[in-house]
């Protein structure tokens, strides 16, 4: 299609980069506080992924400081929107043991952004992030789920998820991060065909999964996750999701 090299736009100004702009901004200590009530047990005081309920999860929590986020909406190696942050912090990270924030307050959640951005200079450094334009969806006929599972071949997706999408290809041992299994649901990052086209386009970055972003054509990656979106079975509850309830429920109960 020739829409490709435009499937990222240049969307400097929505970003509020220099939100975090170290200590003067009343936000921040807010941010802080918010930080050290609701995250700190989990990703530690300092961000550094070390809080002291850390063990509990198979997927520890994300040291902040590295400032390398897996779900965005922007390109391959880039820092997250506002609005990506958002997501992640009030809807959670399902399957994960970060559980849904969803009681703070809309400012609550925009002062944590501000801090959480503070801990990292890569916002501080403010180049502009450009955000993924999902390609316009063919239409989602039986033909276009059967391209998909021979797209998945030509992808060789299945090196790291496997023949049947499991999650156990022939590299898979040998990764830091084990790839998912795609037939499980809920995803991370989201399991409607749009949500894996937009997850194809950006790569989870610091993870061996990469973008597909001029990889794969847009129909070819629409396809895919059209196929993609058929395998999946009921949603499951992980063991670093109840860990996360839990943790979440005995810190509030100790009144923090
Ligand atoms: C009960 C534990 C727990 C709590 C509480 C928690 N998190 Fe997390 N968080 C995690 C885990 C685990 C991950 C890693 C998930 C993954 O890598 O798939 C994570 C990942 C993240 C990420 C990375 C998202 C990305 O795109 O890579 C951000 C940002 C984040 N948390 C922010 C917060 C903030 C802000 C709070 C408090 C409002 C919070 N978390 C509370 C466990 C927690
Ligand atoms: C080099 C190994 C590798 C290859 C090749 C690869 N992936 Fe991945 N993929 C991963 C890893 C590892 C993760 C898990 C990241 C995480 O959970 O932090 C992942 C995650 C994903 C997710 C997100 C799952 C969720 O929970 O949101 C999707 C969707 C996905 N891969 C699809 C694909 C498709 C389709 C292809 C082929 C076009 C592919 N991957 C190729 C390693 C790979």
Same mark, same amino acid.
């Given at each position: 299609?020739?829409?490709?090299?435009?499937?990222?736009?240049?969307?400097?100004?929505?970003?509020?980069?220099? %939100?975090?702009?170290?200590?003067?901004?009343?936000?921040?200590?807010?941010?802080?506080?918010?930080?050290?009530?609701?995250? %700190?047990?989990?990703?530690?005081?300092?961000?550094?992924?070390?809080?002291?309920?850390?063990?509990?999860?198979?997927?520890?929590?994300?040291?902040?400081? $590295?400032?390398?986020?897996?779900?965005?909406?922007?390109?391959?190696?880039?820092? =997250?929107?506002?609005?990506?942050?958002?997501?992640?912090?009030?809807?959670?990270?399902?399957?994960?043991?970060?559980? *849904?924030?969803?009681?703070?307050?809309?400012?609550?959640?925009?002062?944590?952004?501000?801090?959480?951005?503070?801990?990292?200079?890569?916002?501080?450094?403010?180049?502009? *992030?450009?955000?993924?334009?999902?390609?316009?969806? =063919?239409?989602?006929?039986? +033909?276009?789920?059967?391209?998909?599972?021979?797209?998945?071949?030509?992808?060789?997706?299945? +090196?790291?998820?496997? @023949?049947?999408?499991?999650?156990?290809? *022939?590299?898979? @041992?040998?990764?830091?991060?084990?790839?998912?299994?795609?037939?499980?649901?809920?995803? $991370?990052?989201?399991?409607?065909?749009?949500?894996?086209?937009?997850?194809?386009?950006?790569?989870?970055?610091?993870?061996?999964?990469?973008?597909?972003?001029?990889?794969?054509?847009?129909? +070819?990656?629409?396809?895919?996750?059209?196929?993609? %979106?058929?395998?999946?079975?009921? =949603?499951?509850?992980?063991?670093? +999701?109840?860990?996360?309830?839990?943790?979440?429920?005995?810190?509030?109960?100790?009144?923090?």
């Amino acid at each position: 299609m020739s829409a490709r090299p435009g499937a990222f736009a240049l969307v400097a100004a929505v970003l509020g980069l220099a %939100a975090g702009a170290a200590g003067q901004s009343p936000d921040l200590a807010t941010g802080e506080r918010v930080f050290r009530d609701n995250c %700190a047990v989990c990703h530690g005081a300092t961000g550094d992924g070390q809080g002291m309920a850390a063990h509990h999860f198979k997927t520890p929590p994300r040291d902040l400081t $590295k400032g390398r986020f897996k779900f965005r909406s922007t390109a391959s190696g880039q820092i =997250p929107t506002d609005a990506d942050l958002v997501r992640t912090i009030v809807h959670g990270i399902p399957s994960t043991g970060m559980v *849904p924030q969803n009681h703070l307050s809309d400012a609550e959640v925009q002062a944590v952004i501000a801090f959480v951005k503070s801990l990292s200079p890569r916002f501080a450094a403010a180049q502009s *992030p450009t955000v993924a334009t999902i390609p316009t969806p =063919p239409a989602a006929t039986p +033909e276009a789920i059967a391209r998909g599972a021979k797209i998945y071949v030509k992808g060789e997706c299945a +090196e790291c998820h496997g @023949k049947e999408a499991r999650g156990d290809g *022939p590299s898979a @041992k040998d990764l830091s991060v084990t790839p998912s299994d795609l037939t499980r649901r809920p995803l $991370k990052s989201g399991a409607t065909a749009r949500d894996l086209v937009r997850t194809l386009l950006t790569g989870l970055d610091g993870t061996p999964m990469p973008s597909y972003y001029l990889v794969l054509e847009d129909g +070819e990656l629409w396809d895919l996750a059209y196929w993609l %979106a058929t395998r999946g079975g009921p =949603p499951e509850t992980t063991d670093d +999701e109840r860990a996360g309830w839990h943790v979440v429920q005995m810190h509030q109960r100790r009144g923090r």
